[in-house]
């Protein structure tokens, strides 16, 4: 059964687009120039439109079914999971220590696994009342406050990036594959099947453990894995799994120098892709 819209958010979708009322049957238009795609150090290209959802339940599997009329080379669309936030939804990392607060000044406080233990404020000396005997000398250590001779604060570094993999159809070197890719905070890879001798094409995503199980169904031998993602729930908590469909033309053709002479302009072709029998378990 497919799920209900009403739990589904859009993200780089038009500001007038309004959410499929039914999720087993429905398109998405993905203009020229848009993708989904990381390269180091965990710059993402996030500008493709999609649809996700976050889960009541555990992730089990999703799959879908997707088609349409490719032309123009990586044109793609099908699954898409992330463990974390979305690109354009990264959570910001958390405030550092400030050194004047309780946590940073108490001595007692534990140290992080980090960072140097606090160094020990040395003993205040008073300077002696000014005699005959000492008249003219330097007088003796000034004191110094507490907060200068704590350690700094341990480093804080940002947030990791979400872990997130993709699968669907995708044109290439004029025809169409079974691709996925897999992406985490170093970067992202990409793996491409057979040929596929049509249109459309469905995939599907299985969790098996802390792994991710990537599918795509073939005409003739049905279910064919394409990859294993051993560690893509590892250390993930199930309310951070988010899963939806996504659409891209990565390829970007505008008008040539000689037709912007001559004044022409070509409106941008959109990618359409169908989405038919979404389940997400």
């Keep these: 059964m497919p799920p209900d819209s009403s739990s589904f958010t859009a993200l780089n979708c038009p500001h007038d687009a309004v959410l499929p009322e039914y999720m087993g049957m429905f398109s ?46 990586w044109d793609q669309g099908g699954l898409v999971i992330f463990a974390g936030a979305p690109p354009g939804r990264v959570a910001t990392s958390a405030p550092r220590p400030n050194a004047d607060s ?13 960072a140097q233990p606090p160094t020990q404020a040395p003993s205040i000396q008073a300077s002696p009342p000014p005699t005959s005997l000492n008249a003219g000398q330097h007088p003796g250590p ?17 947030a990791p990036a979400s872990k997130w993999v993709k699968v669907g159809l ?26 596929v001798r049509r249109p459309e094409l469905r995939v599907k995503i299985e969790r098996i453990g802390c792994a991710l199980w990537v599918w795509y169904e073939d005409e003739l031998a049905g279910w064919k894995k394409l990859r294993e993602v051993t560690w893509f729930f590892w250390g993930v908590e199930d309310k951070a799994v988010r899963v939806g469909v996504y659409a891209s033309r990565p390829a970007n053709f505008g008008t040539s120098m000689y037709e912007r002479r001559q004044g022409y302009t070509s409106s941008p072709r959109n990618l359409c892709v169908d989405f038919e029998g979404l389940e997400i378990f």
């Design 142 to 158: 000034v004191a110094t406050s507490v907060a200068q001779t704590q350690a700094p604060p341990p480093y804080m570094p940002p």
């Design 28 to 73: 998405l238009a993905a203009p020229p120039n848009t993708d989904l795609w990381r390269k180091p150090p965990s710059r993402d290209t996030s500008t493709a439109p999609i649809l996700y959802t976050a889960l009541r339940n555990p992730f089990i599997a999703a799959e879908v079914t997707v088609a349409a009329d490719w032309e123009l080379e």
């Design 102 to 114: 309780p946590s940073s000044s108490t001595p007692s406080a534990a140290p992080s696994n980090n």
């Design 170 to 195: 995708e044109f290439c070197n004029g025809a169409c594959h079974a691709t996925s890719v897999v992406a985490t905070s170093d970067g992202a890879d990409w793996a491409r099947a057979d040929v």
